[in-house]
């Protein structure tokens, strides 16, 4: 090893005894002929391995690994990991002491290693009593811009991020569901390399930076989801996007029933996008050709197949407001362009199962007591300026996610009936004074509750699935 691997293995060492020591992972290294180097934080194992040959594996093929213990090295986690095929780079984030973060991150050779290794390994466990969670781990590339001014056309945002920025790839602009000639006030930049990606952000993420005399808000967008091509397969369902807002799903359906009539099942339009659900998976395909770029009501469409989402899983991730639910089973479609972070397109996560309702579960944000010290300083401060980790019921979410949108308050009425037993059933009806004359006046959960308290966190949860898939148009949140 030379004398950066050296200082790797020597800070380990700090915390390690026996057999997890430095000889572990030096024979590690002559077992495999695998190179080991610490730097910046992470020690990388391999990357390329022996004898690689070519450029790096393509996107898709790193997984993120969760909840390590501290004191677990790679002589005990490369030989886990190599089960589910060959290891290009295994990267495990140290501390200065010499234990690991708790996390690392693995990247195969090939998608379908990686897949593999999400299933045999996720919740693995890796000593007793020490689940290990394995998921897909992608390098972001895409860049979200927000302050955009409306009447640039993507030419005049490519031409300007290109002179600001290096290794600009891609613009993607949409337009406005109200004025097609005009843009939404925000866009995505798709660059080379995850690096170039952080290096713009780096630049421009001052707050200061400005585009065409405005301050423009920049944060990472969120990573495609990817989804394998097994499941694209059987898709047979169409999204289609840049509708206009008065188009009716009786006209999609017929536009799109023309190329062959009858092969259309249903449609389900939601503000400016919809999906078209077909018998035949073949029709789907020869539909999206003929009608991708057709103008509807004087609006030229785009036309992909939809990608199916487990909703369990999704739900479990986080809400993230780009779920369009289906009552009639656990597959649901995203639409990837709402796919960015810290933006009012993006709910937050609710609470887990109410009233035995699936809903999604929040992420793991410590709840506990401190104790209050007198001579404490405390300051003022707004709920509207905290995060919307900090709030664990979706009564406040949906009070936050208003006040986000410069909207008023939602408006709660609840309404009773009495079971056949006898009791009083709850239930709320919410609206948004600030879309209530758009597509949807006011929503209302199918379930009836016992108690006020259950009955509003249910409506507000309902309510929260639902405005993700009314495409309002987005601005940043700095959250």
Same mark, same amino acid.
């Given at each position: ?8 293995? %020597? ?31 992470? =020690?990388? !194992? ?17 997984? !993120? ?7 677990? /090295? ?32 693995? @990247? ?10 999400? =299933? ?53 602009? /949409?337009?406005?569901? +109200? ?19 952080? @290096? ?7 707050? +200061? ?65 919809? !999906? ?37 899983? +999704? ?19 995203? %639409? ?30 410590? =709840?506990?007591?401190?104790?209050? /010290? ?17 709030? %664990?019921? $979706? ?7 208003? %006040?986000?949108?410069?909207? $008023? ?18 239930? /709320? ?13 006011? !929503? @209302?959960?199918?379930?009836?509750? +016992? ?29």
């Amino acid at each position: 090893m030379n004398e950066e691997n050296i200082d790797g293995t %020597n800070g380990c060492s700090k915390v390690r005894t026996g057999t997890q020591n430095e000889a572990a992972l030096l024979a590690l290294m002559e077992k495999t002929g695998y190179n080991m180097v610490q730097e910046n934080g992470q =020690r990388k !194992f391999g990357g390329p391995p022996p004898g690689w040959e070519g450029p790096p594996p393509p996107r898709g093929c790193e997984v !993120f690994v969760g909840k390590i213990p501290r004191d677990m /090295y790679e002589d005990e986690l490369v030989p886990v990991f190599e089960r589910a095929g060959k290891i290009y780079e295994f990267r495990l984030m140290m501390e200065f002491s010499g234990e690991n973060r708790g996390y690392a991150f693995v @990247m195969y050779t090939t998608k379908e290693e990686a897949q593999l290794a999400i =299933r045999i390994l996720n919740n693995y466990e890796i000593r007793p009593g020490k689940f290990i969670g394995v998921c897909v781990s992608l390098d972001n590339c895409r860049l979200f811009i927000g302050a955009i001014p409306k009447e640039k056309k993507k030419e005049d945002i490519l031409d300007e991020m290109r002179k600001v920025t290096e290794g600009v790839v891609d613009v993607i602009v /949409y337009p406005s569901a +109200t004025d097609k000639t005009k843009n939404r006030g925000f866009a995505f930049v798709e660059y080379e390399s995850h690096r170039a990606a952080a @290096m713009a952000r780096r630049k421009l993420i001052p707050g +200061t930076f400005q585009l065409w005399g405005h301050t423009i808000q920049v944060d990472w967008a969120d990573p495609e989801k990817e989804v394998d091509e097994e499941t694209m397969q059987r898709v047979k369902v169409l999204y289609v996007r840049n509708l206009m807002i008065s188009t009716t799903e009786e006209t999609i359906k017929a536009e799109f029933n023309k190329f062959k009539p009858g092969a259309v099942e249903r449609v389900k339009k939601l503000r400016d996008y919809a !999906f078209v659900h077909f018998f035949n998976r073949e029709d789907a395909v020869a539909a999206m050709s003929v009608m991708n770029g057709k103008c509807i009501d004087g609006a030229s469409i785009e036309v992909t197949l939809a990608k199916p989402v487990n909703k369990e899983n +999704t739900w479990r991730q986080h809400l993230n407001g780009q779920i369009s639910p289906n009552s009639e089973n656990l597959i649901v479609f995203t %639409n990837k362009e709402e796919n960015h972070p810290k933006t009012l397109g993006k709910l937050p996560a609710l609470p887990a199962r109410l009233n035995g309702q699936h809903s999604p579960s929040p992420p793991e944000v410590e =709840r506990c007591t401190y104790p209050f /010290y007198p001579g404490t300083k405390l300051t003022p401060i707004s709920m509207y300026s905290l995060k919307s980790n900090h709030f %664990n019921s $979706a009564v406040m979410h949906l009070d936050y996610y208003c %006040n986000k949108n410069n909207w $008023a308050p939602p408006e709660y009425y609840l309404y009773s009936t009495t079971s056949q037993d006898g009791k009083v059933l709850l239930v /709320y009806k919410i609206v948004i004074p600030a879309i209530a004359n758009g597509s949807q006046s006011y !929503f @209302m959960p199918d379930k009836l509750c +016992t108690t006020l308290e259950d009955a509003k966190e249910l409506a507000a949860q309902f309510t929260l699935l639902h405005l993700g898939n009314l495409d309002i148009c987005p601005c940043q949140i700095s959250c």
